[in-house]
């Protein structure tokens, strides 16, 4: 064979190879929510759906959370790369020593709503002192009441009584408010007992953390922060799109993972995000979706240390980053 047919047999295999094998072998990333798939997770499964996450070169598999996960656990051992954490729970984290830090903030605000019937007098935050019951959590009573209690004047450890996730009781008693989730309990109330409840958004009230994070080891952050920033992007852009474009093949996975969830569900709990701006507003109104600075996440801190939940001198900037966030990052996806 000549020189010149032995290079054109070499260059066609060489084009077979090429042919046969990825440009490039995707990076696997897992992220575990902390509650089962709906559309408060809907970025997520939007980066999934729509190949967004596969544009920044990732594999990206959502771990459910749930009644019995312990995503939280796995991420610590390392199990799961990312988990949708807390800044109450990331602080907790730099008092237990344990290296976890956020790097995105997808909510600006945190949905937790306390909610009272139509017709009683409750027109604003305040008025929910007048009542003589607030169903709610041991975990809220411990944080959230504590931040009411020390920030407006009226209420009570007298009037808590335990949430047990049944509506019954609050639906019954009409001088009652129960604690919810703006995108879930005044959905159920609805269907339950046929009148809309007055809701009020804790944040809208001053109660500031953010939510739904993506909170990582810090190990990972050190050594691979280009992994970071790629899951970080990809899931702003796929937050973009399941609030402003079509949303359909994320709702169709979040409905495979979570069987029992409704399409009337996802559609009351985007309006509701969309309507109180617990995605795009205040830090990212500027820096877009995922934007974390230390002025929002110092002053949940010191919030938390007023009502004696975090000593004064813990170091609260070890429980997050704003490296990865605050860029404008799929902004022009806004529509």
Not at 205 to 218: D, L
Not at 309 to 325: I, M, P, S
Request: with cysteine; hydrophobic share 40%; glycine share 8%.
């Amino acid at each position: 064979m000549s020189t010149t047919s032995k290079t054109a047999a070499l260059a066609g295999a060489a084009l077979l190879a090429a042919a046969a094998t990825p440009a490039f072998a995707l990076d696997e990333v897992t992220y575990g929510t902390n509650w089962l798939a709906q559309a408060e997770h809907g970025g997520f499964y939007q980066a999934v759906a729509d190949g967004t996450y596969e544009k920044y070169g990732l594999d990206v598999t959502i771990v459910q959370g749930g009644p019995q996960a312990a995503n939280r656990s796995l991420l610590i051992a390392g199990k799961v790369d990312f988990y949708m954490g807390s800044p109450q729970g990331e602080l907790d984290a730099v008092v237990e020593g344990i290296p976890v830090i956020d790097v995105a903030a997808m909510f600006q605000k945190d949905p937790q709503i306390l909610m009272a019937h139509p017709d009683q007098g409750i027109e604003e935050f305040a008025d929910l002192a007048k009542l003589p019951t607030i169903f709610m959590g041991k975990d809220g009573f411990l944080s959230y009441f504590q931040w009411m209690k020390a920030n407006f004047d009226g209420f009570d450890d007298a009037q808590y009584k335990p949430y047990t996730f049944n509506p019954a009781p609050f639906i019954a008693d009409p001088e009652s408010a129960q604690q919810g989730y703006l995108t879930s309990e005044p959905y159920s109330v609805e269907r339950e007992a046929g009148w809309t409840p007055e809701v009020f958004l804790l944040a809208d009230s001053g109660y500031s953390p953010y939510s739904t994070m993506i909170t990582a080891q810090q190990k990972l952050v050190d050594e691979n922060p280009d992994l970071v920033q790629r899951f970080v992007d990809a899931s702003i852009e796929g937050w973009y799109n399941y609030l402003y474009g079509d949303n359909t093949a994320a709702n169709d996975l979040i409905k495979k993972d979570n069987p029992e969830m409704t399409d009337e569900q996802i559609a009351f709990s985007i309006d509701k995000m969309k309507e109180y701006g617990i995605v795009v507003s205040g830090d990212a109104d500027e820096g877009g979706i995922g934007c974390i600075t230390d002025a929002h996440y110092k002053t949940f801190f010191e919030d938390m240390v007023d009502i004696g939940l975090f000593e004064a001198d813990l170091d609260y900037t070890k429980a997050f980053t704003t490296q990865f966030v605050c860029k404008g990052v799929g902004m022009d996806l806004m529509k």
